[in-house]
């Protein structure tokens, strides 16, 4: 836009250069030889075509001196290609046309093509400065997104610290509350008993009962307690991690994506599950590779595992279908797990041994 507003700036200054002057054929050929010339080295930007539409003007030129009227409209296409070089024969022409015979339109054209040069310039440096404003918001976009993710992530894992802490010192109450108020009540519910024993009177025999009923549902509830601060407190990833850890028989790759707030009992049986499946591919199988998948859907927990030992048939059942007396204790004790937690559970053997589970999220 600015291009084309400089180009009709510098045309009303060369058609200035008409004031008292005939409109010949020379000018008007001259004005579209020129239109011609600044409508190609514009539209293709090549520098050889921009090299003979400036020759060929300027021999033009030489042999009708008219056509230097439009001289700052190619001076301005000049500058823009950067080819000062074309200048020489232009000021040449320019020169033995018109320094002894017209001073005064010589200055004229001189004035409009240093004109021309000066707008170009600026362009320039405008579009460039542009074109740095343009980065450095394009950096700045992309620093503050850079930022912006490696705050979350550092919130992410600030809460998942925050969130290990909290298991850990829910595990660090439970021991402390088994291992002296459960231990107190259990010395108090001996020596109640103890007591009661040996009494032989009948009127403290009711109270030392109801000592006893009540120090016992004491240890009942302490221990429900207990059982339920460490259930909490088990992280079923690092639990996995630290059996995967233990498990030298062959590499394990395991993709895990799972939520924080997994359900207790669901918890234990894909602990349990790995476990046993980690045995039964040391024991059984002759494979080079587990993989160990854990994710979340919308309605449901996946779990899958598969170890790529070879066995001789290609099978696939669930263990309802087939007669549990040739299956091993430790696929009856997987499926009598999903069983309980209303899940599917599918066995693939082959190509590898694939066990697949699924548990709803809203267990029977």
């Given at each position: 836009m600015k291009t084309l507003f400089s180009q009709l700036l510098l045309m009303s200054y060369c058609f200035l250069g008409l004031a008292g002057r005939p409109v010949s054929t020379d000018i008007i050929a001259g004005f579209l030889l020129a239109i011609i010339c600044v409508t190609l080295i514009f539209s293709?930007?090549?520098?050889?075509?921009?090299?003979?539409?400036?020759?060929?003007?300027?021999?033009?030129?030489?042999?009708?001196?008219?056509?230097?009227?439009?001289?700052?409209?190619?001076?301005?296409?000049?500058g823009q290609e950067k080819l000062f070089l074309c200048i020489i024969p232009f000021a040449a022409g320019l020169?033995?046309?018109?320094?002894?015979?017209?001073?005064?339109?010589?200055?004229?054209?001189?004035?409009?093509?240093?004109?021309?040069?000066?707008?170009?310039?600026?362009?320039?440096?405008?579009?460039?400065l542009d074109e740095k404003h343009r980065k450095t918001r394009d950096d700045?976009?992309?620093?503050?997104?850079?930022?912006?993710?490696?705050?979350?992530?550092?919130?992410e894992k600030q809460d998942y610290e925050i969130h290990n802490a909290t298991l850990q010192e829910r595990n660090r109450i439970a021991r402390e509350i088994h291992d002296n108020v459960g231990h107190l009540l259990s010395r108090c519910i001996l020596l109640n008993g103890a007591v009661q024993t040996v009494n032989q009177d009948e009127n403290c025999a009711g109270s030392l009962q109801?000592?006893?009923?009540?120090?016992?549902?004491?240890?009942?509830?302490?221990?429900?307690?207990?059982?339920?601060l460490h259930d909490d407190s088990i992280n079923l990833q690092k639990?996995?991690?630290?059996?995967?850890?233990?498990?030298?028989?062959?590499?394990?790759?395991?993709?895990?994506?799972?939520?924080?707030?997994?359900?207790?009992?669901?918890?234990?049986?894909?602990?349990?599950?790995?476990?046993?499946?980690?045995?039964?591919?040391?024991?059984?199988?002759?494979?080079?590779?587990?993989?160990?998948?854990l994710r979340e859907h919308p309605a449901m927990y996946q779990l899958i595992f598969y170890d790529n030992g070879q066995s001789g048939t290609k099978k696939s059942f669930s263990l309802p279908d087939r007669n549990q007396e040739n299956a091993g204790i430790g696929l009856i004790n997987i499926h009598d797990r999903v069983k309980m937690l209303g899940g599917i559970l599918q066995i693939k053997q082959g190509d590898g041994f694939e066990i697949f589970i699924s548990i709803p999220k809203k267990m029977k």
């Open positions: 293709f930007h090549a520098r050889k075509i921009a090299d003979i539409l400036l020759a060929a003007y300027a021999a033009a030129s030489f042999f009708h001196p008219a056509f230097y009227l439009f001289l700052p409209m190619l001076f301005f296409e000049i020169f033995y046309h018109y320094q002894n015979t017209d001073f005064l339109f010589f200055l004229f054209l001189c004035l409009g093509c240093i004109l021309a040069l000066f707008l170009q310039y600026l362009i320039n440096d405008y579009r460039a700045s976009k992309e620093l503050t997104l850079l930022l912006q993710e490696r705050n979350q992530s550092l919130l109801v000592m006893q009923d009540t120090l016992s549902q004491a240890m009942d509830n302490i221990r429900s307690s207990v059982h339920n639990t996995i991690d630290s059996l995967l850890r233990d498990f030298a028989f062959c590499p394990v790759h395991m993709d895990y994506d799972m939520p924080e707030d997994i359900p207790g009992k669901i918890r234990y049986a894909f602990i349990s599950i790995i476990k046993e499946a980690l045995t039964n591919t040391a024991r059984h199988s002759s494979a080079s590779l587990v993989n160990i998948t």
